[in-house]
């Protein structure tokens, strides 16, 4: 989700605002909704999955949020099963406002990018993804020096090491996990002066283009840049996307009166951005036209090397020339070698949509797909040179990016109230089900409840946030946040813990089955000002829910990898030869997510060590016949695994 996109939302309340002091808290017993343990999912893979040629060599496998929607392609799905019962452990450097992220390695280290705050000047800073410890920081250069979310890749001439890539406007830079310099590089940029009212041009973010092993920047003004992934040398004299600034917005003010309550628990909170106004109010100057060229993040094909860019088109298209865009477009961009030695950016295909996409486009793992939300409410799926398949109407605005999962031709999207499970049937897209939002169910001050971040489907469900406030005019005015998990196949909610914080990020998923949420409190800050006392104060950071039950988890990912096993062993070894590779990928990442589980349950006195000892046979013999992909020899003790849980 993006800011802009999240504060159409709040428009809705604006002329409703002096109505406040009739509001006040409910009467009714607070009597919260109690989640009992949940039961098996009967969600299954059918048939081979949408897999990808490339290798995992520099790509890192997506077992976990390598990246801010998981990898290069933006899926936002991970292959792990999410904790089937998960608390809220803690919450780490609350001073600062996570808008995206966070990311994790595969040492168990998290990272995350400060947007707005008081006090230390840091540009990235690094936690123990258990603890919540601050393991390190990099310092700013200068006050208004702000990077990408932190971006990792394996290291291949190091295998089992991983480095993380940060970009800034003037600066690229590669650090291994201990905080330590791979290098450090110029970008070539200078900073523009600040002009009040507009969005800030410097916003970078960051990806990685496999057939050149370029990293390549793209930041908020349009401007691409590619750069040697070994050394931060410029590889390109760079690319522009010729959109013309946004104009986005339903013509509907804020009365100041709000504009001002809100801004001052911001700037109490975080402070200003660096051209002086508080976030909140610089969020809605930007949605009446202090737009930006991108307002998301950006996609590359690893099969392909095709570079995929939301943006919006130029300024003529949409019938008037007055230097903005009310209209979006999609472009391909080839990244292709010259004589020189470096690369060029070429524009090899566009697409324009009537009420604009601000939605990263999020590509299915062969990259033959293309998926992408417009403004309206409709999912759009596109083939790889941006020809129109379908579209479809979820009856809602969309507010974020389009998830997409290899299994099922499954896809997920998110509007400010619902999410949604699409199939994509080939030629249509077909709406399954709307989540169960109950979460808050029984709280004396929630009488509406909505989807708050986008969906990430995990091998044992979907993870989604949950926010539920007061009804205003249909909207939410937020007064409570937490993270849910609901079935696959069904939509139902399995399990549900109340959190801290409101966030515009992503619903992060770890190795181990944790849940993390960067704290970007826009939405809850109207709730705050409206309802002062029903609502605790504003806070940053990042938050980690814990898994509890073990058990309960090494169920959930021992029974995920019989499924998949099962299902792997009735394909075609030479049609569905990559389908059954990647297979046997996630049914070894799943293995040893349920081995590092079972030690916890045991410890917990969630699994006695009989049964443990018993699991662990049985899964160190599927390991053994996965590694040979004899999946006929691995399913039966996978399927005896899974059945000890009955």
Same mark, same amino acid.
């Given at each position: ?20 002091? %009739? ?50 392609? @933006? ?21 600062? %406002? ?6 994790? =390695? ?5 990272? %995350? ?40 890749? @394996? ?21 291994? $996990? ?76 804020? $009365? ?52 995929? &860019? ?33 690369? =060029? ?29 417009? @403004? ?85 469900? &979907? ?12 909207? @939410? ?105 990647? =297979? &046997? ?59 000890? %849980?009955?």
């Amino acid at each position: 989700m993006k800011i802009w996109k999240v504060v159409l939302v709040l428009l809705a309340i604006g002329a409703g605002f002096f109505a406040y002091k %009739f509001f006040v808290g409910s009467d009714r017993p607070h009597n919260p909704r109690v989640f009992d343990p949940p039961a098996k999912t009967a969600w299954k893979p059918v048939g081979a999955r949408t897999a990808g040629l490339h290798d995992y060599n520099i790509i890192p496998q997506p077992e976990t949020f390598s990246a801010i929607h998981v990898g290069v392609n @933006n899926s936002d799905s991970v292959w792990v099963a999410a904790a089937p019962m998960f608390e809220l452990d803690w919450v780490a450097e609350p001073a600062y %406002f996570v808008g995206n992220g966070p990311t994790l =390695d595969n040492e168990g280290n998290l990272y %995350f990018n400060p947007g707005i705050y008081h006090g230390e000047r840091v540009i990235m800073v690094s936690l123990d993804a258990v603890t919540g410890e601050r393991r390190w920081a990099i310092p700013a250069e200068h006050d208004r020096e702000k990077t990408s979310p932190a971006f990792l890749l @394996n290291d291949p001439d190091n295998p089992g090491s991983q480095i993380i890539y940060i970009s800034s406007y003037t600066r690229i830079m590669a650090i291994r $996990p201990d905080g330590s310099t791979v290098w450090s590089a110029a970008t070539g940029y200078t900073l523009p002066p600040i002009v009040p009212g507009e969005m800030s041009p410097t916003i970078t973010h960051l990806n990685y283009h496999l057939q050149t092993d370029s990293l390549v920047t793209l930041t908020s003004a349009g401007k691409l840049m590619a750069f040697d992934r070994k050394t931060g040398a410029p590889r390109s004299v760079g690319g522009q996307i010729p959109g013309a600034p946004a104009i986005s917005g339903t013509g509907r003010q804020i $009365p100041e009166r709000m504009l001002k309550r809100v801004d001052a628990l911001m700037d109490e909170a975080f402070g200003k951005t660096e051209t002086g106004r508080s976030l909140f109010s610089s969020a809605v100057n930007y949605i009446y036209g202090g737009g930006g060229v991108v307002t998301n993040f950006f996609s590359i094909a690893p099969d392909t090397g095709l570079i995929y &860019v939301a943006a919006t088109a130029e300024d003529a298209e949409d019938g008037t020339e007055d230097g903005r865009s009310e209209i979006g477009a999609i472009y391909v961009i080839d990244l292709i070698a010259n004589e020189d030695g470096g690369v =060029d950016f070429e524009i090899v295909n566009k697409a324009t949509f009537q009420g604009g996409t601000g939605s990263t486009p999020a590509l299915s793992a062969d990259a033959r797909r293309v998926y992408v939300s417009d @403004n309206i409410g409709h999912v759009i799926a596109l083939d790889a040179q941006l020809n129109e398949i379908w579209r479809t109407d979820v009856g809602e605005p969309l507010v974020g990016s389009v998830t997409v999962a290899p299994d099922n031709n499954e896809i997920y999207a998110v509007t400010q109230k619902d999410v949604f499970q699409l199939i994509d049937r080939g030629d249509r897209g077909e709406v399954m089900w709307a989540a169960e939002l109950g979460g808050f169910d029984g709280y004396a001050n929630v009488d509406v409840q909505s989807n708050v971040l986008t969906a990430t489907p995990t091998a044992n469900g &979907v993870v989604i946030g949950i926010g539920g406030g007061k009804n205003f005019f249909t909207a @939410n005015m937020m007064l409570h946040v937490g993270m849910g998990l609901v079935d696959r196949k069904t939509g139902a909610l399995r399990f549900f813990a109340e959190g801290r914080e409101d966030s515009i990020a992503m619903s992060i998923v770890g190795p181990d089955g944790s849940i993390y949420i960067g704290h970007s409190p826009i939405r809850r800050a109207v709730g705050k000002a409206m309802y002062p006392n029903l609502t605790p104060d504003l806070t940053g950071g990042v938050a980690r829910y814990k898994p509890i039950r073990l058990d309960l988890l090494a169920r959930d990912a021992v029974c995920a990898a019989e499924a998949r096993s099962a299902n792997a062993s009735t394909l075609d070894a030479t049609t569905d030869a990559v389908a059954i590779a990647n =297979d &046997v990928r996630q049914i070894q990442v799943l293995i040893n997510q349920a081995e590092g589980a079972i030690s916890i349950a045991v410890n917990d006195g969630d699994l006695t060590a009989e049964e443990a000892a018993t699991l662990r046979t049985h899964l160190s013999v599927s390991a053994e016949n996965l590694a040979d992909e004899t999946l006929t020899q691995t399913t039966p003790h996978l399927a005896a695994a899974c059945a000890m %849980f009955d």
